[in-house]
């Protein structure tokens, strides 16, 4: 079985071409289909796994519904999105190339000979290319982390800022540039990541493999020590204590949502 399918990404900072995959748009089997995070087998969407996707835009996921709408709009209208209908192609193209927060890849073909059913195939490209997400917390994680910064007094700290962008000089090559979503610039310095640990693998892994990268970078330069080398966190789910792990290694873990926060990171900060 041939498919041709879309992805629809979320891009937090579209100037790094670095896109989470939230929505899949599939032809085959004649049909034309829509696979997304938090979408219901039935067509019904729960927003609420869009915390995990976008927690800075927890205001705006309305935006998603709207286009997990408009992409079930597109599949259930025969002629929107077929080989000899341009208009859609060429529409999504444009989406393709806006440059904004929430694009659409190019149309990609895949064939199937050993498939021959279509439910089989799409959860197929629905687990490789989106992932399987765990539901998070009904209270945001920004807002634990802005309790436990407050609660702390760290935000009261003098070089205390967010979405610090630094550069590390390597040998012989390009600078490493790592952006810290919360940092304490002054003596003693403190860098933090934040990683919630809820929704797809994929994804958690990135930003493991993201922090593990820029602390080793960050204390091999001399602009942090391993202990003020910080990971925000929320309650681990066991099956993914082995990235806890791999971070234990180079980092402090906190659990934001721990009585004990605030004091843990006062005594880090010490």
């Not at 019904?44 to 996921?61: K, V």
């Not at 066991?238 to 934001?256: C, D, H, M, S």
Request: proline share 5%; net charge negative; with cysteine.
């Amino acid at each position: 079985m041939i498919v041709e399918y879309r992805l629809l990404q979320y891009r937090e900072f579209p100037e790094r071409q670095e896109g989470r995959n939230f929505a899949l748009l599939a032809r085959a089997g004649g049909q034309t289909h829509v696979r997304a995070v938090g979408m219901q087998r039935n067509g019904a969407i729960d927003l609420s796994y869009y915390r995990a996707i976008a927690p800075r835009q927890i205001n705006e996921h309305w935006v998603f519904g709207e286009w997990l709408q408009w992409l079930q709009d597109l599949a259930t209208w025969n002629d929107a999105w077929n080989p000899e209908n341009l208009i859609s192609d060429r529409i999504l193209d444009q989406i393709a190339a806006n440059g904004r927060q929430i694009v659409t890849t190019p149309s990609r073909f895949e064939d199937w000979p050993d498939i021959n059913d279509v439910d089989i195939l799409l959860d197929s490209l629905e687990e490789r290319l989106i992932g399987t997400m765990t539901k998070p917390p009904e209270k945001p994680f920004s807002e634990w982390i802005d309790d436990v910064f407050s609660t702390s007094e760290l935000v009261y700290r003098k070089g205390f800022a967010r979405g610090v962008e630094v550069a590390f000089e390597m040998p012989g090559g390009k600078p490493f540039v790592t952006t810290f979503p919360y940092a304490i610039t002054e003596e003693p310095r403190m860098g933090f990541k934040a990683i919630a640990f809820h929704g797809a693998k994929k994804d958690i892994q990135q930003k493991v493999n993201d922090a593990l990268i820029s602390f080793q970078r960050a204390v091999e330069s001399g602009f942090l020590v391993k202990e003020r080398c910080i990971v925000l966190t929320q309650a681990i789910p066991k099956v993914n204590k082995i990235y806890a792990e791999e971070l234990e290694e180079l980092a402090q873990l906190v659990n934001v949502t721990a009585k004990d926060a605030p004091d843990l990171l006062r005594k880090m900060a010490a």
